[in-house]
């Protein structure tokens, strides 16, 4: 067995600041071998992200207690029976283990594959298995196939992407959530053409990895909204032509510059009003997509009779609608040539024992991608 250090969630919904209510416990585990198909890595960077803070908050349900973290890069250490990769390969991990074989894999939509999804929200492996195992013999979940707040973790290979050794870990790791999604979400669920009038809603490492890959497709104006003025800052340096402050007037705001509503609307806060707000501001014939993860129990109201007289569309986007084996090196190639600048969204790099602390920063939009850093 393996010895790592790992932040483990024990209870949701402690209030914050969660430096002192210490949601994350710093934990000594255990770690099983590799089984078929499966992959030992030695995380290496690994990103704090609101998905991981909807948890902690308790507005997204999991199995506790749960070894925290999907977003990370990492390098092999041993390969089980079966898995393609070899101790040394330096790997980009995605949230989503697609198992390759079921019908919504074979179609090309990894995203939504059914065992991976269910093997998520159980809190194990895609093969069912738990692989961490704690002092007091109990065995702590998984956090969608990756929990990457740890010195090193087990996944499956169908988790995984092999990467150039060149790329740093800390900016590789950004790659495994917040550029698949946001900029999945700006070019394939979107589908933001050449021309296009562009808003996006909340200014995060997805939000922004959005407004970058809808600079790269050559929008011709793109509106960033949040409430936190950095990050509008941050949004106009990147290549916002507007930046409007979130709150009741943005839509308002949204129309008067794009001209009556923008075509292409990219909501990634998972709040339902903003989320409205996102619908509403966009103009007739657009499409409006949803990236953030709202709580479940919440609905969303809009004027249904619009999606018909208007011929308007409302998307969702789960790991921005992407492949990772196709879309990791893709978005990569993006990063080298210099159209999907993402380094620039990396506001601080900690340590693992600073991670509560961290997402102190993240709740209250300090930062915008922070990455927890290992050896």
Known sequence: MTATRAAVLVESGRPAPYADSRPLEIADLRLDPPGPGELLVRVRAAGLCHSDLSVINGSRLRPLPMALGHEAAGEVVEAGEGAEFAPGDHVVLAFVPACGHCERCVAGRPALCGPGARANGAGTLLGGAKRFAAPDGTRPNHHLGVSAFAEYTVVSARSAVKIDPDLPFDIAALFGCAVL???????????????????????????????????????????????????????????????VAGGPDATEAIKDVTGGGAEKVIDTTGVVPVLEQAYAATRPGGTTVTVGLPDPGKPVTLPALSLVAEERTLKGSYLGSCVPRRDVPRFIGMYRNGNLPVDALLSDRIALDDVNAGFDRLHTGEAVRQVITFG
């Open 181 to 243: 999604t946001g900029a999945g979400a700006a070019l394939y669920s979107a589908d933001v053409k050449p021309g296009d009038s562009v808003a996006v809603l909340g200014l995060g490492g997805v939000g922004l990895a959005a407004l970058l890959a809808a600079k790269a497709a050559g929008a011709s104006t793109l509106v960033a909204v949040d409430v936190v003025e950095h990050k509008r800052d941050l949004a106009s340096r990147l290549g916002a032509t507007h930046t």
